[in-house]
């Protein structure tokens, strides 16, 4: 299965926790993309990155949320200090080089519940 | 501020006929638009998809129609089937090299057999 994976699919962590969310982007994709979306909403835009490389935080907190995707392995999200309001289905997307189309494939997601 | 708008939240057909499933949007930036399907505890399967520089796009049983000046975009599904019920999301790109998506809130289909 050569689809964007995501790990965990399920993680509960309680106030004040780290939640640390994995992103393998499809073969042959270099840009990860996450989203978050809350219940009853739509997917809402957090970051975009390349290999090393923040291309675009504009919809991350300003706070407690950090994403990285190193030369090798997953693309991580972390959220330092959960909150009971960052419960919601984080989604990872990956896409080809720029300028292939703005289609972008997605994973399963990752349910965090914060208790 | 909701630069994507899917004022139905949900639509329900019978098995056979059309279902046409609509969206609005408010930044003329905009000039790629994308229609996902997604069903419960999956991610969003990419559907299909349409250029600022047409009107029409069709793959299959699937249409996208868009009307630029009215900044209106609608999915055309033809004939509905069963497993067309999921909640379908419009999105929308602006392509300055950040190919972020702006998604609507979802408009739940339902298919009755």
């Known amino acids: 299965n050569a689809g964007v994976m995501q790990n965990p699919r399920h993680l509960v962590r309680r106030r004040g926790q780290e939640a640390r969310l994995r992103c393998s982007p499809m073969?042959?994709?270099?840009?990860v993309y996450w989203y978050r979306q809350l219940p009853e909403e739509g997917l809402k835009f957090m970051v975009y990155?390349?290999?090393?490389?923040?291309?675009?935080e504009s919809g991350m907190p300003k706070e407690r949320f950090s994403a990285e995707f190193p030369k090798e392995g997953p693309s991580i999200l972390r959220i330092q200090q959960v909150v009971r309001g960052d419960s919601a289905a984080y989604f990872c997307?990956?896409?080809?080089?720029?300028?292939?189309?703005?289609?972008?494939?997605f994973g399963p997601g990752t349910r965090l519940t914060v208790t | 501020d909701q630069q994507v708008k899917q004022n139905s939240p949900s639509l329900s057909v019978q098995e056979g006929r059309i279902s046409i499933l609509n969206c609005d949007y408010t930044?003329?930036?905009?000039?790629?638009f994308l229609w996902y399907k997604k069903y419960p505890a999956e991610g969003p399967t990419f559907l299909i998809s349409?250029?600022?520089?047409?009107d029409k796009n069709e793959d299959g049983r699937f249409t996208v129609f868009l009307n630029k000046s009215a900044k209106h975009l609608s999915l055309h599904i033809v004939p509905s089937q069963p497993g067309d019920s999921a909640v379908y999301f419009c999105?929308?790109?602006?392509?300055?090299?950040?190919?972020?998506?702006?998604f609507g809130t979802g408009t739940r289909l339902t298919i009755i057999p």
């Open positions: 073969k042959g994709h270099s840009h």
């Open positions: 990155l390349q290999k090393e490389n923040i291309i675009d």
């Open positions: 999105a929308a790109s602006a392509s300055f090299g950040n190919e972020k998506l702006t």
């Open positions: 930044n003329s930036m905009f000039d790629y």
């Open positions: 349409i250029s600022s520089i047409k």
């Open positions: 997307a990956s896409s080809p080089l720029p300028g292939q189309g703005p289609e972008q494939y």
